[in-house]
């Protein structure tokens, strides 16, 4: 406690008198105002500023205070106290200035603090604030955390304070935070580096249990803690769910009951694509094989639906191999193919066979013909069955035959079936008069005939008829005609002739209906002058003779070296008479629309013996005549193989070929390619040759071009073979520590783009001499969707080779150093959270690994201490040229020594080198032999 007789004093001074004394003079206090309104009350505001210490501050004083009295009682918790004295620091008078007196007593018995103070001037404030004092509490044994409250001394108290122009006020207060704790915020530490796992389109619950399986919370107040999980959007969530593979961010902090917090860790989620094609269904179920009866109605859509792996409806396509024909003469099967395809373009396919059992037409058998004579008895039933799959089939007759007239009469036969297919057959009856004498029958002179598709027909036309005694007959009746003209095919016509004594004759012909053949030919254009063959392009085909190589030009009036527009005129004729004529009209034109340009759209400088790359080339859009020609220089070094407009380029030998595209429309323009064939071994980075060549040897992968620098990547095809070959390079392949920064379709290929790491002790000591050495590599294994075992192949990669965090840029490097995974590049000052770090001194980081000075702090995670080292994943590097794997060194500064300059060297007990950090000059010599002559192989190659 301060001077009792200056409380006295201030006691007094701000006393609500007319007569008050301030110590340094005894101004006239002007007015006391005594507000109640609530928006003129005091303001308490108290507020934590770590586990256990407070500070208090007054606000809403709008007038600037020359002194001011209050009280504060503490509920719930006791100050702290040093020496016998509480632990209250002064916020007014910082610089213990004489023109500022301050006394603050504490109540042990009350646990009240009473605040008097008094300036010569003024008391500083902020806006209408002023801060007042830090008071510590005190803890107890078992740190218990624990709520309490500082409030007035009283309910209803009311504060003091006097302006600088003498002016009196007392209003009441109003507490700010009413509720205070002592407690120790939790803290955190990554206790698993794995991603959550979870497929695409599934929901994880972001329950306490899941993520304690990935983060380690703990309080020391052995309060309850639970996990805050925050999205990139920065918002709550308690669940997690995407519909697009890939690797998100998740951010948790862990929380007491009493608000404190932790420091948020960064959580990742990895969504794998769910490799499942989609599925098609018939009402729910696996589709079947389906029968029915001809004529039965049958939707093939009925029923169908098809979904992804996430569930969502998909269009479905239905293809038959043949035309379908529900209503079949015989029992025919279809095969019907259902496909699906997603949006990731993987499609399914799902086959039945559809069998449709005939309904072939009822068989009529015993009908024919009779000649019958007057008188004859006549049952046209007789002999006469119906044949059918169906039972009891009635045989309808009508007939007109009057056995007692001569005559010639029809018989009409007909059955239904019950799947509604009727057979029709005709009879002729002739009944001839009785013969008193000899009579000879009419002879019907009638021939088979041919007529072309579409003409008209008329059945008599040529068609005669006599007879001995009435020679000829002008009365020829057609008793049956089947000719359809707009039908091809072999139809029959039935004549019937009676002469004047009753006696009649029939006969029958054949009319075949001939479709006429086809001639190929299209519209031309040739440019003025050019030679023209009106045959070449020119076809002509039918449907019973095939291929008709005799066409005749019946017209060509076409003129070459004079401008216009022409008609050529062909002609064929098939072997029953069918005529076909075409014209089409040939333009000669002296400017063509030619191409303005070509070029080669993927062009590349080289490309390794052994391998195959596809070039393509575009003519401009003008041009009439699209056609490209292809060529190579020397098929010796380089062949080619035309598909289409595009070429295949397949190197054969080492040397230089040249690739031309050329227009064939008469431009003559062309665009070309020149491309070294070369070994790769001569081009590709040593440690990624290294690393493939058994693979390249085995046939188990092909480099293309490029050589393995970020500049220029080495392209790599996978060949066919079995997933266990694959392994057998995959295996080999991770010594060089591959991560896969990009995956993506391109055309027939799945492509991985992938940074493989150096650390071959050759490569590090020559780049010692050569500063083009390589620190990293980058490859593009691309594998062929038609291969066999491409699916098997794309998902071994997917398991074994892992997979670059989004936050990480592999384009990141230090001065003669590479940052490996989870490396960063911090500038001086930046302080960085997460992945590794090269910091400059006096900076502090907080997780990953750093570079730290003995100025500098470092918190979690690994350090390097001096440039110019390459450090992989959870490595560090203590020296220049030397690197550790999978090992983390610690050389952290103690607190007290840091301060004198001092290095604790027990911190250093796991590092590899001597405390002194001098390797051993024997080792340095041998590694320095080895790269020499690793340099020198260099150069032979």
Avoid: H
Wanted: charge should be negative; glycine fraction near 6%.
């Amino acid at each position: 406690m301060k001077n009792r007789n200056l409380k006295f004093v201030l006691a007094s001074t701000i006393a609500a008198t007319s007569a008050a004394a301030i110590v340094y003079a005894t101004p006239k206090i002007i007015k006391t105002v005594a507000v109640e309104n609530n928006a003129d009350k005091f303001i308490l505001n108290v507020e934590n500023i770590d586990a256990d210490t407070v500070k208090v501050s007054l606000d809403n004083i709008e007038d600037i205070p020359k002194a001011l009295q209050f009280s504060i009682k503490l509920d719930g918790v006791v100050l702290k106290e040093e020496n016998g004295n509480p632990v209250i620091k002064d916020l007014i008078n910082k610089n213990n200035s004489d023109k500022i007196i301050t006394d603050y007593s504490y109540n042990k018995d009350t646990n009240t603090i009473d605040v008097l103070i008094t300036s010569q001037d003024s008391i500083a404030k902020n806006g209408n604030e002023v801060e007042v004092f830090e008071i510590d509490i005190e803890k107890v044994p078992n740190n218990e955390s624990r709520k309490y409250n500082i409030t007035p001394e009283k309910e209803n108290s009311k504060y003091k304070y006097v302006s600088d122009t003498n002016k009196e006020y007392e209003m009441g207060v109003e507490v700010a935070n009413n509720d205070l704790s002592i407690n120790t915020a939790p803290t955190v530490q990554k206790i698993n580096e794995n991603y959550i796992e979870v497929n695409v389109g599934d929901t994880v619950e972001l329950t306490k249990d899941l993520l304690s399986n990935y983060i380690e919370a703990q309080d020391m107040d052995n309060d309850e803690v639970t996990f805050e999980v925050k999205n990139v959007e920065d918002t709550v969530i308690d669940k997690f769910t995407s519909n697009t593979a890939g690797i998100y961010d998740l951010y948790v902090t862990a929380k007491d009951s009493f608000g404190g917090e932790s420091q948020t860790l960064n959580l990742q989620v990895k969504v794998n694509q769910i490799d499942q094609n989609p599925t098609i269904t018939k009402n729910g179920e696996e589709l079947t094989d389906v029968t029915i009866n001809a004529g039965e109605i049958f939707n093939l859509m009925d029923g169908i639906s098809a979904v992804d792996a996430l569930g969502n409806a998909l269009n479905v396509t239905v293809n038959a191999d043949k035309e379908l024909n529900l209503d079949p003469d015989v029992d025919t099967e279809y095969t019907i193919t259902y496909t699906a395809i997603d949006s990731l373009n993987r499609k399914t396919e799902k086959t039945i066979t559809l069998t449709v059992k005939a309904n072939k037409a009822p068989m009529i058998n015993g009908v024919k013909d009779y000649t019958l004579t007057v008188g004859d008895e006549f049952d046209p039933r007789n002999g006469v069955e119906v044949i059918d799959e169906d039972e009891d089939i009635e045989l309808v007759i009508e007939s007109n035959v009057n056995t007692k007239i001569a005559g010639v009469y029809k018989v009409l036969y007909s059955a239904t079936d019950s799947g509604n297919k009727t057979t029709r057959i005709q009879s002729i009856v002739v009944v001839n008069p009785k013969m008193e004498s000899i009579n000879g029958i009419p002879v019907i002179n009638a021939s088979d005939v041919v007529i072309q598709l579409g003409e008209d027909f008329n059945p008599l036309n040529g068609v005669t008829a006599t007879d001995t005694e009435d020679g000829e007959i002008n009365k020829i009746d057609v008793v049956r005609n089947e000719v359809n003209s707009n039908v091809a095919g072999k139809y029959e016509v039935t004549y019937s002739a009676t002469d004047s004594k009753g006696a009649s004759s029939t006969k029958t012909i054949t009319v075949i209906v001939n479709d006429p053949p086809r001639i190929n030919a299209e519209d031309k254009i040739i440019r003025l002058g050019e030679e023209f063959n009106p045959l070449i392009g020119v076809s002509a085909i039918d449907k019973e003779d095939g291929i008709i190589s005799n066409i005749e030009v019946m017209d060509n009036n076409v003129e070459i070296n004079e401008e216009g527009t022409y008609t050529v005129t062909y002609k064929v004729e098939d072997k029953l008479g069918g005529v076909a004529i075409k014209t089409i009209t040939v333009t000669v034109k002296e400017y063509i629309i030619l191409a303005e340009s070509i070029n080669i759209n993927n062009k590349i400088d080289n490309l390794y013996i052994g391998s195959s790359k596809v070039l393509t080339a575009t003519v401009d859009e003008k041009a009439e005549l699209k056609d490209i020609e292809w060529s190579t220089s020397d098929e010796n070094i380089a062949s080619i193989e035309v598909i289409g407009n595009d070429v295949k380029i397949t190197a054969k030998a080492k040397g230089q070929v040249t690739i031309t595209a050329k227009t064939k429309d008469g431009s003559n323009k062309s665009d070309s390619v020149t491309i070294d064939i070369l070994e790769y071994k001569e081009n590709v980075e040593d440690f990624i040759s290294s690393a493939i060549e058994e693979a390249v040897d085995n046939g188990i992968i092909i480099p293309v071009l490029g050589e393995g620098t970020k500049e220029s990547p080495l392209e790599m095809e996978v060949q066919d073979v079995t997933i266990e070959k694959f392994e057998e390079f995959l295996n080999s392949f991770k010594e060089i520590n591959p991560v896969i920064i990009d995956k993506y379709v391109e055309g027939e290929f799945t492509v991985y783009k992938i940074k493989i790491e150096n650390k071959s002790i050759i490569s590090k000591f020559i780049r010692l001499f050569k500063s083009s050495t390589t620190e990293e590599g980058y490859i593009y294994l691309k594998i062929a969707n038609n291969l066999e075992a491409s699916k098997d192949i794309v998902n071994k990669i997917d398991s074994t080779i892992k997979v670059e965090k989004p936050d990480e840029d592999p384009g990141i490097t230090n001065p003669g150093g590479s940052a490996g995974e989870g490396s960063e590049t911090t500038n001086p000052g930046e302080s960085t959270e997460g992945g590794s770090e090269t910091t400059n001194p006096g900076e502090s980081t907080e997780g990953g690994s750093g570079t730290t000075n003995p100025e500098g702090s470092t918190e979690g995670g690994s350090e390097t201490t001096n440039p110019g080292e390459s450090t992989g994943e959870g490595s560090e590097t203590t020296n220049p040229g030397e690197s550790t794997e999978n090992e983390s060194v610690t050389i952290t500064p103690d607190k007290e020594d840091s301060e004198e300059g001092n290095i604790d060297s027990s911190k250093q007990e796991n590092s590899k080198l001597p405390i002194t950090g001098q390797e051993s000059i024997l080792g340095v010599l041998g590694l320095l032999a080895i790269s020499i002559g690793g340099i020198i192989y260099k150069k032979k190659k």
